[in-house]
């Protein structure tokens, strides 16, 4: 006992709450999923919690009639000060108090961070009965240091871990911080920001000691959950023949392409991972495919057709359609991109529609608007473009041979079908609509948005009587399409979609269960 151990025993369960029955119940949810475990005390509201918590973990830890995971388990306890980053608003002498008080409640690891160690006498922590090994850690809110020169390593033998957590605003700061880990022995990394997820999953691969999951609520910006980091990415199983797949956007927080193509990786016993890449520059995800090893990628907004010129070759109709949404690498290096988009829209409306004569109206002309409309064009649909910059409408209305129109036009006019393509009421705006009731005049109305399964336009469309096409049914397709090119195999499609159904439908709850949290914090 005391040391992290392999595999699962390196996700590290951090249990952060104000409250010590809160604390306690977080530590028993955690010890259901990991052997590690962070116990944040500082983010306890008073010394009295404090005490009380540390006395339910010496009795369960230590008591003579308790045994089985508790006993089994490593934690590593956390009183950061605010001047670090964390909650403790005591002194260092304090801080040092609890810490020693929670080497005598059964942890055998504390955390210090390096504002703590430069204050202490002879920048030794040795001298104080705390916890018997020491982590070390640097924390930086604001950006990713210089990593050589961040601060002198401690002696040997003075700490056993050094941790460092940064701010990454770009990928090419999270890949620094992820060869710091493949050059250093007993070493923490942690990525901070949205932009550093996809290292934060593949830290433990690259040679940090932990990776850190919150429980419940995250402690730093861009944590992944416990059970995603455990279920959903499956962190503590990827190794270096593990293929790197994922989708790049701006946003991508709400993408469930995650979910999807790691439920079928892990239903066909496939060792790959798909990750999100937050993609502000294209330039700067391209540098970081090799770092990575990245297999494929999926692509959504804005990048559909700016990822164009930085292709090597590209299949005929995704160059006919000007918009790539599924790329492969090859084990050259170069590029091929190709589009799925299109056989996702044909397969949602043709189980509703027979296209053939049919006039469809597609709202909007991006990648997704150009992929829709080559793919109803060649079915053999009248098309008709309606978007907020009119000329990217005449455009495409002629790359199709269809006829634009103007907003004002759709009050008047009559479609069998009427697509959005635009992003209008995607989650998280969930509750907006890109057209009115009264721009309505058609048999079906299609959207492209998948998250929420039902959105704004849809339920207005539904109370029109207006028959309506779940932009899920285009997602399953083109990600289906993309799984098996990528892979080779046949994708376990039903596993898919109860994956993905489950999701969206669960979020109502979720929502509201978030909002009664928020409210019960302090």
């Given at each position: 006992?005391?040391?992290?151990?392999?595999?699962?025993?390196r996700?590290?369960?951090?249990?952060a709450?104000?409250?010590?029955?809160?604390?306690?119940?977080?530590?028993?949810?955690?010890?259901?999923?990991?052997s590690?475990?962070?116990?944040?005390?500082?983010w306890?509201?008073?010394?009295?919690?404090?005490t009380?918590?540390?006395?339910?973990?010496?009795n369960?830890?230590?008591?003579?009639?308790h045994?089985g995971?508790?006993?089994?388990?490593?934690?590593?306890?956390?009183?950061?000060?605010?001047?670090?980053?964390?909650?403790?608003?005591?002194s260092?002498?304090?801080q040092?108090?609890?810490?020693?008080?929670?080497?005598?409640?059964?942890?055998?690891?504390?955390?210090?961070?390096?504002?703590?160690?430069?204050?202490?006498?002879?920048?030794?922590?040795?001298?104080?009965?705390?916890?018997p090994?020491?982590?070390?850690s640097?924390?930086?809110?604001?950006?990713?240091?210089?990593?050589?020169?961040?601060?002198?390593?401690?002696?040997?033998?003075?700490?056993?871990?050094?941790?460092?957590?940064?701010?990454?605003?770009?990928?090419?700061?999270?890949?620094?911080?992820?060869?710091?880990?493949?050059r250093?022995?007993?070493?923490?990394?942690?990525?901070?920001?949205?932009?550093?997820?996809?290292?934060?999953?593949?830290?433990?691969?690259?040679?940090?000691?932990?990776?850190?999951?919150?429980v419940?609520r995250?402690?730093?910006?861009?944590?992944?959950?416990?059970?995603?980091?455990?279920y959903?990415?499956?962190?503590?199983?990827?190794?270096?023949?593990?293929?790197?797949?994922?989708?790049?956007?701006?946003?991508?927080?709400?993408?469930?392409?995650?979910?999807?193509?790691?439920?079928?990786?892990?239903?066909?016993?496939?060792?790959?991972?798909?990750?999100?890449?937050?993609?502000?520059?294209?330039?700067?995800f391209?540098?970081?495919?090799?770092e990575?090893g990245?297999?494929?990628?999926?692509?959504?907004?804005?990048?559909?057709?700016?990822?164009?010129k930085?292709?090597?070759?590209?299949?005929?109709?995704?160059?006919?359609?000007?918009?790539?949404?599924?790329?492969?690498?090859?084990?050259?290096?170069?590029?091929?991109?190709?589009?799925t988009?299109?056989l996702?829209?044909?397969?949602?409306?043709?189980?509703?529609?027979?296209?053939?004569?049919?006039?469809?109206?597609?709202?909007?002309?991006?990648?997704?608007?150009?992929?829709?409309?080559?793919?109803?064009?060649?079915?053999?649909?009248?098309?008709?473009?309606c978007?907020?910059?009119e000329?990217a409408?005449?455009?495409?209305?002629r790359?199709?041979?269809?006829?634009?129109?103007?907003?004002?036009?759709?009050?008047?006019?009559?479609?069998?079908?009427?697509i959005?393509?635009?992003?209008?009421?995607?989650?998280?705006?969930a509750?907006?609509?890109?057209?009115?009731a009264?721009?309505?005049?058609?048999?079906?109305?299609?959207?492209l948005?998948?998250?929420?399964?039902?959105?704004?336009?849809?339920?207005?469309?539904?109370?029109?009587?207006?028959?309506?096409?779940?932009?899920?049914?285009?997602?399953l397709?083109?990600?289906?399409?993309?799984?098996?090119?990528?892979?080779?195999?046949?994708?376990?499609?039903?596993?898919?979609?109860?994956?993905?159904?489950?999701?969206?439908?669960?979020e109502?709850?979720?929502a509201?269960?978030?909002?009664?949290?928020s409210?019960?914090?302090p």
């Amino acid at each position: 006992m005391g040391s992290f151990g392999k595999g699962l025993a390196r996700i590290c369960a951090v249990a952060a709450a104000p409250k010590a029955a809160e604390m306690a119940a977080q530590v028993r949810a955690a010890l259901r999923e990991a052997s590690t475990i962070e116990l944040r005390i500082d983010w306890l509201v008073t010394d009295a919690e404090r005490t009380r918590f540390l006395a339910w973990l010496r009795n369960e830890c230590l008591g003579k009639n308790h045994a089985g995971r508790m006993r089994r388990a490593t934690f590593l306890v956390t009183c950061r000060r605010r001047r670090a980053g964390g909650l403790f608003a005591g002194s260092i002498e304090a801080q040092l108090y609890w810490l020693i008080q929670a080497r005598e409640a059964g942890c055998q690891w504390c955390d210090i961070e390096v504002e703590t160690l430069r204050e202490l006498p002879d920048q030794s922590i040795r001298e104080y009965a705390v916890p018997p090994r020491v982590m070390l850690s640097l924390h930086d809110f604001d950006r990713t240091p210089a990593l050589d020169r961040a601060f002198k390593t401690p002696a040997h033998g003075e700490v056993d871990v050094v941790k460092i957590a940064a701010k990454a605003h770009t990928i090419a700061d999270s890949i620094r911080l992820l060869s710091l880990a493949r050059r250093s022995r007993n070493c923490v990394v942690s990525p901070m920001a949205e932009i550093g997820l996809p290292a934060r999953v593949l830290s433990l691969r690259e040679g940090s000691v932990l990776a850190y999951a919150p429980v419940a609520r995250a402690t730093a910006p861009g944590q992944v959950s416990l059970h995603d980091l455990k279920y959903l990415y499956r962190a503590h199983q990827i190794n270096r023949r593990t293929q790197v797949y994922g989708v790049i956007a701006d946003p991508v927080a709400h993408s469930l392409s995650p979910l999807m193509h790691n439920s079928a990786f892990a239903a066909r016993r496939v060792n790959a991972v798909y990750l999100p890449f937050l993609v502000h520059d294209l330039r700067d995800f391209l540098k970081a495919i090799p770092e990575f090893g990245i297999r494929g990628f999926s692509v959504t907004l804005p990048h559909k057709q700016t990822i164009l010129k930085h292709l090597d070759d590209c299949d005929a109709l995704a160059a006919d359609i000007g918009a790539v949404n599924t790329v492969t690498v090859r084990r050259d290096g170069s590029l091929v991109g190709c589009n799925t988009d299109y056989l996702g829209v044909l397969q949602a409306l043709e189980k509703k529609l027979t296209l053939t004569g049919s006039r469809v109206l597609i709202f909007g002309a991006g990648g997704s608007a150009r992929a829709t409309a080559f793919a109803l064009a060649r079915a053999g649909a009248s098309v008709f473009i309606c978007a907020r910059r009119e000329s990217a409408a005449r455009e495409l209305a002629r790359a199709v041979g269809g006829e634009s129109l103007a907003r004002r036009a759709l009050r008047s006019e009559s479609f069998d079908a009427i697509i959005n393509t635009t992003p209008i009421g995607m989650h998280p705006a969930a509750g907006i609509s890109p057209l009115a009731a009264g721009e309505l005049h058609c048999r079906i109305v299609m959207d492209l948005i998948y998250r929420p399964e039902r959105t704004r336009l849809l339920q207005i469309a539904s109370r029109k009587g207006i028959a309506t096409v779940s932009g899920v049914e285009m997602f399953l397709a083109q990600g289906i399409a993309q799984w098996e090119l990528w892979t080779g195999q046949r994708a376990p499609s039903a596993v898919i979609r109860r994956a993905v159904l489950a999701a969206l439908r669960s979020e109502p709850k979720n929502a509201q269960s978030r909002a009664q949290e928020s409210r019960r914090r302090p």
